[in-house]
């Protein structure tokens, strides 16, 4: 609702006051049409993303298309074992973390793999490093690293019809500045003592995130500038919480420093980026962790049993296709998460059930994000979770049986929720909340900030057996209803703030005129 | 009414946006520009008056911190070449490396980059050593084009000539007053060759790799301030952990206010479970068209032999909540 006020400047004379009116009235006018201008922008952008995705030929994402693209001609023989110590640039926070391992273990000269210069397969790095107490072959096909590997810009290496244990008490991890190809293969951790994956150690829940605690395990983690195409493999056993990409299989990218050394190279690199396809992930920290990185793919995968989240990309990547993957029983957290200004990213037709959290969250400014045909069902937490984050759409999902409400919008603007069928979930169908949260000692506002606002419109959906309410809403979140069909609902269907405009938003939503004045008095969401 | 209202936002907008302004000039109080200027003025004049290391000083003030005026990378490079000039290792690393990412007028000067950065190792760099190793391994520089750029500088430093000044604008005042320390360079030069001779036939890729090992580790040793990170990083989880085991605490003892609050929250905990097992097949039943579809659709992207069945789904997801 905009006032239209006629200043009384406006009729006295003066010229300084009538300038003064007219660029007060020129503000208001100019901030109007920016706001505005901003909304089709965003709500073209995910209409266009909703069509493309529609339309995908999905021929191109496969199994078998990922093994055509991996190199069969091994070439080059630039591979060494130096000492770790010399490769300050590949994060020395994540040699640091090792050391606990390597003093442990009485290793005073930890080394490192360098593969460089060259495409190689397992098989090559063997015969180059030719020394079993580095890379042991344990039969046909399975090998047991007792270093890290680091692959340079100038390498691929290729991993394929392989197994590779990668010894937890070596503290061995792979990175990767150049080309990752893995198909039809496991990568593990190993406990060489126990011959398996090793147990993870007894950490109470309330501390798996704090830093430190963990003794660090294997991973994986492609720095700048690398790509990474797996399919159709097992990773099991990785990760721990460290300070920088040591959750699993993490695709991370820092920010640029201005340092004359070879960090300076590195860093610029462009994000980094790959295609997981078909591919299973468990007991891993997190299944998939990702940090400023662009156009990542992860499709049919399957992610259960992962410590705290199954799918996490965070903190500015952009355009990721999460879709088509199934995520269950994540232990502590959610089961698809974009935290921290992923935008522009699209969730779809996944299906994400009995997850310790919720089935999939959109956290801290991740914008124009679409969530659609997705089936989140008996998750601990909410089906669908918009917190803090503006500019989404949220079309075409199953949200049932979830332990808390189908779909969950907390300090969030301009999200567009239709043609979802949520159906019995055990608080509200759906709730619109504002939430004062500057008190959550773990957020840093100047990196997240948030506003106190939010609003959402329902278009098209199906509200039914939803056991506290259809629909709710706290502390003047914002709601807009048309067009849904409501069933059977808890004691009332609509909750919290909204039930005493229940009969208004009955008519709003058969697309009445609201003309009275308790009907005015539900505020109007601006769609996207 | 309304117009005074009116000046006084408009009145407070402009305050707020002078004022930050100013704050985003105001660097310095009078007295530390005074300061900074005296430091600046005390360390050109050492400069001038020949003392290579202040070149160096110069180099890593203008870089790293904030001077009043903060210098150009022309600048820079001048105050590099100086004390590269008198041989110093640490202005040789930087000036490598300059090159090497391609900046300046030798922007596809990879081999003087080379040259200068064996200098370095050569006069004692143990991290111009070290990133000599790196290089072809991560930028692909050849080692052929390695072992070459190595010759030269020994053969340059072993003149006293550390700069190739036809491709550096060097400091005519600083050539002029190098007479004592060309005699040192070319001394390191040739200490330098003496160790390498007596290391055996190996090419200077694999004389390099021996050098400071134990230096590099006794660097990457220090973990001081990895502790105070995990020490930051802690803070705020900590703080949270111990809000959690208060509300714990309150659990386990409760007043009665808690009391009726758990109650309820169990109560309804209970209830919303019972409701979802009482429902349990009808609803499975219910979405069963649609999970078929889902899946149908994952299995798409994976392999024959990695389906995932329905069945197995379904028995899954009927164990919880």
């Given at each position: 609702?905009?006032?239209?006020?006629?200043?009384?400047?406006?009729?006295?004379?003066?010229?300084?006051?009538?300038?003064?009116?007219?660029?007060?009235?020129?503000?208001?006018?100019?901030?109007?049409?920016?706001?505005?201008?901003?909304?089709?922008?965003?709500?073209?952008?995910?209409?266009?993303?909703?069509?493309?995705?529609?339309?995908?030929?999905?021929?191109?994402?496969?199994?078998?298309?990922?093994?055509?693209?991996?190199?069969?001609?091994?070439?080059?023989?630039?591979?060494?074992?130096?000492?770790?110590?010399?490769?300050?640039?590949?994060?020395?926070?994540?040699?640091?973390?090792?050391?606990?391992?390597?003093?442990?273990?009485?290793?005073?000269?930890?080394?490192?793999?360098?593969?460089?210069?060259?495409?190689?397969?397992?098989?090559?790095?063997?015969?180059?490093?030719?020394?079993?107490?580095?890379?042991?072959?344990?039969?046909?096909?399975?090998?047991?690293?007792?270093?890290?590997?680091?692959?340079?810009?100038?390498?691929?290496?290729?991993?394929?019809?392989?197994?590779?244990?990668?010894?937890?008490?070596?503290?061995?991890?792979?990175?990767?500045?150049?080309?990752?190809?893995?198909?039809?293969?496991?990568?593990?951790?190993?406990?060489?003592?126990?011959?398996?994956?090793?147990?993870?150690?007894?950490?109470?829940?309330?501390?798996?995130?704090?830093?430190?605690?963990?003794?660090?395990?294997?991973?994986?983690?492609?720095?700048?500038?690398?790509?990474?195409?797996?399919?159709?493999?097992?990773?099991?056993?990785?990760?721990?919480?460290?300070?920088?990409?040591?959750?699993?299989?993490?695709?991370?990218?820092?920010?640029?420093?201005?340092?004359?050394?070879?960090?300076?190279?590195?860093?610029?690199?462009?994000?980094?980026?790959?295609?997981?396809?078909?591919?299973?992930?468990?007991?891993?920290?997190?299944?998939?962790?990702?940090?400023?990185?662009?156009?990542?793919?992860?499709?049919?995968?399957?992610?259960?049993?992962?410590?705290?989240?199954?799918?996490?990309?965070?903190?500015?990547?952009?355009?990721?296709?999460?879709?088509?993957?199934?995520?269950?029983?994540?232990?502590?957290?959610?089961?698809?998460?974009?935290?921290?200004?992923?935008?522009?990213?699209?969730?779809?037709?996944?299906?994400?059930?009995?997850?310790?959290?919720?089935?999939?969250?959109?956290?801290?400014?991740?914008?124009?994000?679409?969530?659609?045909?997705?089936?989140?069902?008996?998750?601990?937490?909410?089906?669908?979770?918009?917190?803090?984050?503006?500019?989404?759409?949220?079309?075409?999902?199953?949200?049932?049986?979830?332990?808390?409400n189908g779909i969950y919008i907390?300090?969030?603007?301009?999200?567009?929720?239709?043609?979802?069928?949520i159906?019995?979930n055990s608080y509200s169908g759906a709730e619109t909340a504002v939430v004062?949260?500057?008190?959550?000692?773990?957020?840093?506002?100047?990196?997240?900030?948030?506003?106190?606002?939010a609003s959402a419109?329902y278009?098209?959906n199906?509200f039914?057996s939803n056991q506290n309410a259809a629909m709710t809403a706290k502390n003047k979140g914002v709601v807009t209803v048309?067009?849904n069909?409501f069933y059977n609902s808890g004691p009332i269907f609509f909750g919290g703030e909204l039930a005493p405009f229940a009969e208004s938003l009955w008519r709003q939503n058969d697309?009445?005129?609201l003309?009275t004045d308790v009907d005015l008095m539900i505020r109007q969401a601006?769609?996207? | 009414?309304?117009?005074?209202?009116?000046?006084?936002?408009?009145?407070?907008?402009?305050?707020?946006?002078?004022?930050?302004?100013?704050?985003?000039?105001?660097?310095?109080?009078?007295?530390?520009?005074?300061?900074?200027?005296?430091?600046?003025?005390?360390?050109?004049?050492?400069?001038?008056?020949?003392?290579?290391?202040?070149?160096?000083?110069?180099?890593?003030?203008?870089?790293?911190?904030?001077?009043?005026?903060?210098?150009?990378?022309?600048?820079?490079?001048?105050?590099?070449?100086?004390?590269?000039?008198?041989?110093?290792?640490?202005?040789?690393?930087?000036?490598?490396?300059?090159?090497?990412?391609?900046?300046?007028?030798?922007?596809?000067?990879?081999?003087?980059?080379?040259?200068?950065?064996?200098?370095?190792?050569?006069?004692?760099?143990?991290?111009?050593?070290?990133?000599?190793?790196?290089?072809?391994?991560?930028?692909?520089?050849?080692?052929?084009?390695?072992?070459?750029?190595?010759?030269?500088?020994?053969?340059?430093?072993?003149?006293?000539?550390?700069?190739?000044?036809?491709?550096?604008?060097?400091?005519?005042?600083?050539?002029?007053?190098?007479?004592?320390?060309?005699?040192?360079?070319?001394?390191?030069?040739?200490?330098?060759?003496?160790?390498?001779?007596?290391?055996?036939?190996?090419?200077?890729?694999?004389?390099?790799?021996?050098?400071?090992?134990?230096?590099?580790?006794?660097?990457?040793?220090?973990?001081?301030?990895?502790?105070?990170?995990?020490?930051?990083?802690?803070?705020?989880?900590?703080?949270?952990?111990?809000?959690?085991?208060?509300?714990?605490?309150?659990?386990?003892?409760?007043?009665?206010?808690?009391?009726?609050?758990?109650?309820r929250?169990?109560?309804r905990?209970?209830?919303?479970?019972?409701?979802?097992?009482?429902?349990?097949?009808?609803?499975?039943?219910?979405?069963?068209?649609?999970?078929?579809?889902?899946?149908?659709?994952?299995?798409?992207?994976?392999?024959?032999?990695?389906?995932?069945?329905?069945?197995?789904?379904?028995?899954?997801?009927?164990?919880?909540?």
């Amino acid at each position: 609702m905009i006032i239209v006020m006629k200043p009384k400047c406006l009729t006295r004379g003066g010229s300084i006051r009538l300038f003064s009116c007219i660029f007060f009235v020129a503000t208001v006018f100019f901030s109007a049409s920016v706001i505005c201008a901003q909304q089709v922008d965003h709500t073209d952008k995910l209409k266009a993303m909703l069509s493309d995705y529609q339309n995908m030929d999905w021929s191109q994402y496969t199994v078998e298309e990922v093994r055509q693209r991996i190199p069969t001609k091994m070439q080059g023989s630039d591979v060494e074992s130096l000492l770790s110590a010399r490769l300050y640039f590949i994060g020395s926070q994540n040699i640091q973390e090792m050391k606990e391992v390597w003093q442990a273990q009485g290793i005073t000269h930890p080394k490192t793999i360098v593969v460089a210069n060259g495409v190689y397969s397992v098989a090559d790095l063997h015969r180059l490093i030719n020394d079993d107490s580095v890379i042991e072959q344990v039969k046909d096909g399975t090998y047991l690293f007792r270093q890290s590997i680091y692959v340079a810009p100038t390498a691929s290496l290729v991993i394929r019809n392989a197994s590779i244990r990668l010894s937890i008490h070596h503290g061995v991890f792979l990175a990767v500045d150049g080309q990752l190809f893995v198909a039809d293969t496991i990568i593990t951790s190993w406990d060489e003592y126990a011959g398996n994956e090793g147990e993870r150690e007894n950490i109470r829940n309330n501390e798996l995130l704090l830093y430190g605690r963990q003794t660090p395990r294997p991973y994986i983690i492609m720095n700048e500038g690398s790509q990474i195409y797996m399919a159709n493999s097992r990773v099991t056993g990785l990760g721990y919480k460290g300070q920088r990409g040591t959750f699993g299989l993490s695709i991370s990218k820092r920010p640029p420093v201005v340092t004359h050394r070879l960090h300076g190279y590195i860093r610029i690199r462009a994000k980094p980026t790959g295609w997981l396809i078909g591919n299973t992930f468990t007991n891993n920290f997190f299944g998939f962790y990702s940090n400023q990185a662009d156009d990542v793919v992860l499709l049919g995968n399957v992610y259960y049993d992962n410590i705290i989240y199954n799918i996490d990309p965070h903190d500015y990547s952009n355009r990721l296709l999460i879709a088509r993957n199934l995520t269950y029983n994540a232990q502590q957290a959610h089961g698809i998460i974009i935290s921290r200004e992923v935008n522009d990213s699209i969730i779809a037709e996944n299906i994400s059930f009995s997850n310790y959290g919720s089935g999939i969250m959109l956290d801290r400014n991740s914008n124009n994000t679409l969530v659609y045909s997705n089936l989140t069902i008996g998750n601990g937490g909410d089906g669908i979770a918009v917190f803090e984050s503006d500019y989404n759409l949220v079309s075409d999902n199953i949200t049932a049986r979830n332990m808390r409400n189908g779909i969950y919008i907390r300090n969030s603007d301009h999200i567009n929720i239709r043609n979802n069928f949520i159906f019995r979930n055990s608080y509200s169908g759906a709730e619109t909340a504002v939430v004062d949260i500057d008190k959550l000692e773990t957020r840093d506002f100047k990196l997240d900030p948030y506003h106190k606002s939010a609003s959402a419109l329902y278009e098209n959906n199906q509200f039914e057996s939803n056991q506290n309410a259809a629909m709710t809403a706290k502390n003047k979140g914002v709601v807009t209803v048309k067009n849904n069909q409501f069933y059977n609902s808890g004691p009332i269907f609509f909750g919290g703030e909204l039930a005493p405009f229940a009969e208004s938003l009955w008519r709003q939503n058969d697309g009445d005129e609201l003309t009275t004045d308790v009907d005015l008095m539900i505020r109007q969401a601006i769609t996207p | 009414m309304r117009y005074i209202l009116l000046m006084l936002v408009l009145s407070m907008l402009i305050y707020s946006s002078v004022s930050l302004a100013a704050k985003v000039s105001k660097q310095y109080t009078t007295e530390e520009r005074l300061l900074e200027q005296t430091k600046l003025a005390v360390i050109e004049e050492l400069a001038e008056m020949g003392n290579n290391s202040a070149y160096i000083v110069l180099a890593k003030m203008g870089e790293n911190r904030p001077f009043v005026t903060p210098p150009s990378e022309g600048q820079l490079i001048r105050w590099y070449t100086s004390s590269a000039q008198g041989g110093n290792p640490h202005a040789l690393l930087w000036l490598g490396h300059y090159f090497l990412h391609g900046k300046g007028s030798n922007a596809d000067s990879e081999y003087d980059a080379l040259v200068l950065l064996a200098s370095a190792a050569i006069l004692g760099s143990i991290k111009a050593a070290n990133d000599l190793v790196l290089i072809p391994k991560v930028l692909g520089a050849s080692y052929a084009q390695l072992e070459e750029a190595f010759y030269d500088a020994i053969q340059r430093l072993s003149k006293g000539q550390v700069v190739n000044c036809s491709r550096l604008t060097c400091s005519p005042e600083v050539s002029q007053q190098s007479h004592f320390a060309s005699e040192k360079i070319s001394q390191k030069a040739e200490i330098f060759r003496d160790n390498w001779a007596q290391f055996g036939d190996v090419n200077a890729y694999q004389y390099l790799k021996s050098l400071g090992a134990e230096r590099l580790l006794a660097q990457s040793n220090n973990i001081s301030a990895l502790t105070e990170n995990i020490r930051i990083q802690n803070a705020g989880k900590l703080r949270k952990n111990e809000r959690l085991a208060e509300e714990k605490r309150l659990a386990e003892s409760p007043d009665w206010e808690m009391q009726t609050y758990l109650d309820r929250l169990s109560g309804r905990k209970s209830s919303a479970q019972d409701a979802l097992r009482h429902y349990k097949d009808q609803d499975f039943a219910r979405l069963e068209k649609d999970i078929r579809h889902t899946i149908n659709l994952i299995n798409f992207h994976r392999d024959p032999d990695a389906q995932i069945s329905y069945e197995d789904v379904l028995q899954k997801m009927k164990k919880a909540p």
